[in-house]
């Protein structure tokens, strides 16, 4: 009989990056052109402007989260220093390096992107948000089973 790990993501991790694709969607398809050709409050358009920023920084890092946390669990499982608060970083460090690089134009992957403070302050707001939500709630669990 061997021991078999298995990861189980939290809910809420679900929700947020649903819920984060849904609104940058809804952002994108209706708020936004209904926000830009109605000329409402400067104050909106930044936000409507500025979202994706957030809503990537907060997707892509819990994306990196779950692809490290995997590759931990998978080929590091005896690397028993390496803490899950280590893997939250290492996935916040590596999204804020794209994300922020991105809006710096240090590398231009993604999209032609053009360098606006607010979109800058989204993302690090974004990157902080997901860092310190995983840190406070976790992001998976780690459950036993027997294989026979």
């Given at each position: ?23 940058f ?21 930044v ?77 690090v ?24």
């Open positions: 009989m061997t021991e078999n790990k298995k990861i189980k993501i939290k809910p809420y991790v679900i929700y947020l990056f649903v819920g984060m694709f849904v609104m969607a809804l952002n994108k398809l209706l708020l936004r052109p209904f926000v830009l050709q109605n000329d409402l409050a400067n104050a909106l358009q936000m409507v402007l500025s979202f994706p920023n957030f809503a990537e920084a907060v997707m892509g890092t819990m994306v990196l989260t779950g692809i490290l946390f995997r590759v931990k669990h998978i080929t590091l499982q005896k690397v028993t220093f390496l803490q899950p608060g280590h893997v939250f970083l290492a996935a916040a460090i590596l999204a804020a390096i794209y994300v922020i690089f991105g809006e710096l134009r240090v590398h231009n992957l993604g999209n032609n992107n053009t360098y606006d403070p607010n979109d800058l302050i989204a993302s707001i974004g990157l902080n948000l997901a860092y310190f939500t995983v840190r406070k709630f976790g992001f998976a669990t780690i459950h036993e089973s027997a294989k026979n």
